[in-house]
């Protein structure tokens, strides 16, 4: 028992915490980048304002988290991010394949209470910086309201996560809200003067079918009139979650500290769409749905973005501008919303894409004058325009781990943000990130700690493309149709593709390649064959392009449309190798051309998309002469993905004890082993409210053993579904060599591996 005599006041409870980094916000940048911290070796804070992680991907919202594999919609191939948050969508994939929100939520906090430099504070809001100088921060103070305890977090190192921008706020930083004139950056997406307007907030619905009848009384302050919204047309008593995001408002206010008045519109919304849906009369199929979850905070899109050194604008996005400090990237369309949301008689939003994916610098992910402040998630900066691309969830990851590996080289370098410019530095912390499983376009690692980079590689076999076999399985040419396949420098290889005709009819192919490097939009058409497929089942048709290319690329070898006639399908799989279909995915796209304004400094071009598995076999077809390009040599690349080439070992598939072999000149010391395996970058791992078909990829590898040059055992797995396995020998072993043996996938799919990396410790 407690008692207390009165007096004047009381204060509350105080906990001072000491560390290297202090991350706030708990979405998905403020946990990517804290891991990534952690693991560099900081002692990190992490400061979150909501019961649970997540932010907009967390169950209180629900929004699924995406980034450049855009629902695999537009012509990014193998695009998923890389690094934690790729880490963490193939672990919910693999727990979670149907996308329950709740489950998400114990993934994130799984991956952070695993890490020991994490200190993680759940329901406490910062309200209060400190400075030590007028452009250096020295702490930030913050409340828990389940605890009654304020926190004192002093740091020399703070990144700002929290979407809002609290910290950079309250510490001066220059900030930006609302969309800049053309004139200012020669955006010809902005608008003529410079407005307040935003992208608006959404709250999102489910609904369940219970097995009876349900009645549904409205509450008073719901929407009564309908017509309110001028695409209520498009509302489906089926449609919800995600697929009614366009319920959007608050485009038009001050979206950080108006945010719970456009929480009320919009939950006024909801139950008057609801209300609607069940008492119109116009949704008999509604009869037995029950309004399962409505949520209680809003999906917030934009509000503050901050200055950095360098502000990303449309012309970086549309036209893949290279950047010697790139550290991450994006490739979400150009997705801009009308101010007025839901009110407004335009589209819900225009999504004008890029050919490729873009480099985002470092110089967007610091303060330009607080010099101690890091940025990461949505308030990187960005202009208006650029926001429209950088802001989706998976992008923000992304470009939080680099701030997390940049804190890391700041700590041991005892180094400011800003310094970290300088060529060797930058270098350095681009190497860290591809060691660490970030993917940056057009940046290759520099890492001379890497034992395998002087080990010569031998594999038992390696597969070569010489032949899919024809299976069963036909497909329609409503629509052109391609194989993606990688080829050397020099002649293209004939191609041989098998058809069903019902009569006579004549074909006519195309030979593509992407007129910017590492783009897979077939923009350029090198040549055009015709040929005869006489009538009959799986009637052989020989093409020859006859050009020579002048690099490795990928080309696509296409077949045009032809409505008479099926092209016969293959169920080979192969890492590297993927079938498309010239379309357009309605998520993401009008059409199957994005054909943007006159004058809008957006491309016009084609998209070509592949299916989900477990749809999208490949184009049966034979080689001449075959490509041989899935070699060994390629585990030592620090391109652990298809980009010009496959960059992938994969054995051949009649292989029965496939083995890859690292021998040394004279022994070396091995302390860690680092893997990297093939987890489909191409699949868009929707973390929430989308299905998966598989737990574990097919094509990533699930057991292995590593053995020394005597036969010892270093390592083995038997149950592995993620990307990278780093495997660390206590102690240290000296050897001449190792061998990865004994390897199955966990699909019907020859052994792949993309990168070996060897050190010392």
Known sequence: MIVESATARRSLRNIRFDADLAVIGGGLAGVCCAITAARGGLKVILIQDRPVLGGNASSEVRLWALGATSHMGNNNRWAREGGVIDEILVENVFRNPEGNPHLFDAVLLDKVTAEANITLLLNTAVYEVDKDEADTIAAVRAFCSQNSTTYDVRAPLFCDASGDGIVGFMAGAVFRMGAESNAEF????????????????????????????VRFVPPDFALKDITRIPRFGHIDAMGQGCQLWWLEYGGRHDTVHETEEIKWELWKVVYGVWD?????????????????????????RESRRFEGDYILTQQDVVEQRRHEDAVAFGGWAIDLHPADGLYSDKPGCTQWHSRGVYQIPYRCIYSRNVRNLLLAGRDISVSHVAFGSTRVMATCAHTAQAAGMAAVLCAERGELPRNLLAPKRMQELQTRLLNAGQYIPHVSREDGRDLALAARIEASSSFTL??????????????????????????????????????????????????????????????????????????????????????????????MPCPDVRVRLSNVRVTGVVSLTHGANPKVAKSAVQTPPEDSGVDQFEFWLPQRRPEGENLALTLDPLVALFGPENVVSSLHRPTTQPNAWVAAAQDAAPRLTLRWESPVKLGRIELTFDTDSDHAMESVQWGHPNRAMPSCLRSYVIRDQSGNLLASRADNYQTRNVIRITPPVVTDSIVIERMESN???????????????
């Open 466 to 559: 010489a032949a899919l076999p024809p299976s069963e399985s036909t497909g329609g040419l409503g629509a052109a149709r391609a194989m993606l396949i990688p080829l050397p420098k020099g002649r293209t290889p004939k191609a041989t593709f098998y058809f069903d005709a019902e009569t006579d009819a004549e074909l006519e192919f195309q030979l593509r390649l992407s007129e910017r490097e590492g783009n897979f939009t077939p923009d350029v058409v090198l040549a055009t064959r015709r040929a005869r497929v006489e009538a009959g089942t799986c009637r052989a048709v020989t093409v020859d392009f006859d050009v020579h290319i002048d690099r490795p690329q990928y080309a696509f070898y296409c077949i």
């Open 747 to 761: 699909g019907d799919l020859p052994p792949v591996i993309f990168g070996v990396q060897c050190y010392e410790q």
């Open 186 to 213: 020669g955006e010809k997406l902005a608008p003529p003067e410079e407005t307040a307007e935003l992208l608006g907030h959404t709250i999102y619905f489910y609904s369940k079918d219970v097995g009876k009848p």
């Open 276 to 300: 609607y849906v069940k008492n119109s009369g116009r949704f008999p199929e509604a009869e037995n749905l029950t309004l399962e979850w409505v949520g209680t905070i809003p999906g917030k």
